[in-house]
Nanobody, 125 residues
Framework: QVQLVESGGGLVQAGGSLGLSCAASGGTFMHYAMGWFRQAPGKEREFVAA????????YYTDSVKGRFTISRDNAKNTVYLQMNSLKPEDTAVYYC??????????????????WGQGTRVTVSS
């Protein structure tokens, strides 16, 4: 059974930084694309970033381009999301998810089959 466990969330002031991690177990992590999504209070879950199975291709939603960086360490079965220049509108629960096998990654939530439990990020103004 595949398990994804996020960590690294917390409270930060606007303009600050946080680094999220997602540790995977129970599957062949290195062969799958991975993604980060978030759900703000009262809003639907939305795409944040994705990385292909090899780590060479990344995608971002426009609102985080230039501020967030997704990366992965296949030796550690972990995907990361480094978040800089945080804004109050980045406040949300952040989820990592497993994408397709040997896939380039996707912004479509239907392309992900396993999800973590989420980690909360709060950005104060």
């Amino acid at each position: 059974q595949v398990q994804l466990v996020e960590s690294g969330g917390g409270l930060v002031q606007a303009g600050g930084s946080l680094g999220l991690s997602c540790a995977a177990s129970g599957g062949t992590f290195m062969h799958y694309a991975m993604g980060w999504f978030r759900q703000a209070p009262g809003k639907e879950r939305e795409f944040v970033a994705a990385i292909d199975w090899s780590g060479s291709i990344t995608y971002y939603t426009d609102s985080v381009k230039g501020r967030f960086t997704i990366s992965r360490d296949n030796a550690k079965n972990t995907v990361y999301l480094q978040m800089n220049s945080l804004k109050p509108e980045d406040t949300a629960v952040y989820y990592c998810a497993r994408g397709g096998l040997f896939s380039g990654g996707s912004s479509n939530q239907n392309g992900y089959d396993y999800w973590g439990q989420g980690t909360r990020v709060t950005v104060s103004s």
